[in-house]
């Protein structure tokens, strides 16, 4: 657990003023850039709150699978809102575990949604600590819009639990030194049971600058003993500090690097919301035949869809369908 210490001091600039007191005040459903610039280590750390209390509510989730969603949430956007883009990010995994597939979408800059589909029987015969993923691929996909290419990274699964995974991903497929870690709990409020998530990511990028200049301090430190530094840092955060209601990722952070220094950025907001329209569903039942049409239609003369992701279902009369 992170110690409540006396107030200190963030800098804005390690090396060269203003600081400030760091804040303690929790904030939900945001992301915090941050830098350690003499270790040349760039970093996001994460917390949602009534984003993924929302997207669960939609739901009927057993807690097990409510707790992967969230955390894969966290992880989505500490990946997804990293990258300068106008577009969508998309993390997928598929699995022969009791949750065959996850999806979380981000659509930049702020927008998230997520789901999860598994097997109940499996899930309830199954031990407290076993993988709910198993063997399979995580997928992660960016679509940047504006005729650019789309990217997707891929690497195999093996029943090593999600936060494992990603971590694969980064070594094989970004080959960029990286330290996760993410968590998710429940919440008593006064509504009834909520959920929160948090992650914080850490990247060894001794090529990145902040503010034009780099702030690093002549020849002090190699790469192996930048990053062996900030891998220890990281090793000391505990689950329960990413989703403490009284710990600020502010407080988290000086606890971490106030050593070194560290600097952090503008917050990034973040909240739930579904791609999903009445007029986008229209359209797309208005391409299907007639006959198609018909075979969809339910006894009451009604065509029903209901989004797997957000859970609302919308009503369409055939006859405005057609044309």
């Not at 949604?113 to 993923?133: E, N, V, Y």
């Not at 005729?147 to 999600?162: C, T």
């Not at 739930?272 to 569903?281: E, F, K, L, P, Q």
Request: charged content about 25%; some cysteine; aromatic content about 6%.
């Amino acid at each position: 657990m992170v110690p409540r210490g006396p107030d200190a001091v963030i800098a804005a600039d390690p090396f060269a003023g203003p600081v400030r007191d760091v804040s303690d005040e929790v904030t939900d459903d945001v992301v915090i850039p941050f830098a350690v610039e003499p270790l040349d280590v760039r970093g996001r750390v994460a917390r949602l709150g009534k984003s993924i209390s929302h997207i669960l509510a939609s739901h009927n989730y057993p807690s097990k699978v409510s707790r992967l969603v969230a955390e894969s949430a966290a992880l989505a956007v500490l990946l997804a809102s990293s990258l300068k883009i106008d577009g969508r990010f998309q993390l997928l995994a598929r699995g022969d575990g009791p949750v065959g597939m996850l999806i979380v979408d981000f659509d930049a800059p702020d927008r998230l949604r997520a789901l999860a589909r598994f097997d109940a029987q499996r899930l309830h015969s199954m031990g407290p600590s076993a993988d709910l993923i198993g063997a399979g691929h995580l997928a992660v996909t960016i679509e940047q819009g504006d005729d650019l290419a789309r990217y997707q990274g891929i690497v195999a699964i093996e029943g090593e639990g999600l936060e494992q995974a990603a971590q694969k991903y980064f070594d094989q497929s970004l080959q960029i030194p990286t330290r996760l870690k993410l968590a998710a709990a429940k919440r008593a409020s006064e509504t009834g049971i909520s959920w929160c998530a948090g992650g914080i990511m850490s990247q060894y990028l001794p090529h990145a600058k902040t503010g034009g200049v780099s702030a690093r301090p002549p020849a002090t430190r190699t790469r192996d003993d930048a990053w062996r530094e900030a891998e220890a840092h990281m090793a000391t955060v505990e689950p329960e500090d990413l989703v403490d209601p009284s710990l600020s990722s502010e407080r988290l952070l000086y606890h971490l690097f106030h050593e070194p220094g560290v600097r952090v950025f503008k917050e990034q907001p973040v909240r739930a919301a579904c791609r999903c329209s009445t007029g986008r569903i229209r359209d797309i039942l208005r391409r299907f035949s007639a006959d198609e049409r018909k075979d969809m239609t339910g006894d009451d003369g009604m065509i029903g869809v209901t989004c797997e992701f957000c859970s609302v279902h919308r009503v369409f009369d055939p006859k405005e369908l057609e044309g």
